[in-house]
């Protein structure tokens, strides 16, 4: 599988501006590349306003989205604030997680994390389950951002072969967003890409290191930092497999369960 990480400028709380951009890397991709990975909140920006940026899980904006991705037969992936409608007629707002693939699957992925420093809580619902990913011969697992810092949610038990974080991550922290990407590819034995946008917004100010990591921890693709820009990578999860049946780290893992 051919993957592809858009680390972007976002236009702040403008989801159209946003999916003009969106349109337009994803159709100066080559013919060959399988999906195309976007930041966190790519549509708004960071925003602590849902009441303004949230959309419908069924609206014009996911719904331009499956249009790009059909057209350009490539699947899209990135976070959105959403409007998660209860049966009750209640509502919430959630950071989800979207994979649209080309053929206009889409499935989900809520923020289990959420940044507390920043007030996501006070605005955002956590989510409570995973996502695996079928896609193109690779096993996904997709995250969100502040879920990074958290080991225990992103333990491989041989279910995925690749984790993928789409993030909004200041420069203020970013030596500790290299280092964690890193240690999640070491630990899990896994392919592990990171997609952090740059720009700034009202409160913060982001420089990008987007980059991916192959199963042994070692740098297989990076963005330029501090502007916008889109690398390539190659995932083949024969290597992933073939390493972890040579050095099978993982079946001596403690065992644990997470009560949500």
């Not at 100066?28 to 303004?52: K, R, T």
């Not at 490539?74 to 693939?101: E, Q, W």
């Not at 990076?222 to 916008?228: F, I, P, R």
């Amino acid at each position: 599988m051919k993957a592809v990480v858009c680390q972007t400028d976002i236009f702040w709380e403008n989801a159209a501006a946003n999916l003009d951009n969106v349109e337009r890397l994803v159709a100066a991709q080559d013919d060959d590349v399988d999906l195309i990975v976007f930041p966190e909140m790519f549509l708004s920006g960071f925003s602590m306003n849902p009441e303004v940026v949230a959309i419908e899980q069924d609206g014009a904006e996911i719904e331009r989205l499956r249009e790009i991705a059909k057209r350009h037969s490539k699947a899209i992936m990135g976070s959105l604030p959403v409007i998660n409608r209860r049966r009750d007629g209640s509502f919430s707002y959630v950071n989800r997680l979207i994979f649209i693939a080309y053929d206009g699957t889409i499935l989900t992925y809520d923020k289990r994390h959420l940044f507390s420093f920043g007030g996501e809580d006070e605005v955002y619902d956590a989510g409570k389950g995973k996502c695996i990913i079928h896609y193109k011969g690779v096993r996904i697992l997709p995250l969100i951002c502040y879920d990074l810092r958290f080991p225990v949610w992103s333990r491989c038990r041989g279910e995925y072969d690749m984790l993928v974080y789409v993030a909004c991550w200041p420069d203020s922290r970013i030596d500790v967003w290299r280092t964690l990407l890193k240690a999640r590819a070491i630990e899990n034995q896994c392919f592990v890409i990171g997609a952090n946008r740059v720009g700034t917004e009202p409160t913060a100010v982001y420089s990008g290191h987007s980059m991916a990591f192959d199963y042994k921890g070692r740098l297989i693709g990076a963005a330029k930092e501090g502007v916008s820009d889109c690398f390539a990578v190659e995932i083949d999860a024969s290597r992933s497999d073939s390493f972890r049946r040579k050095f099978p780290a993982l079946k001596d893992a403690d065992d644990f369960s997470i009560d949500d």
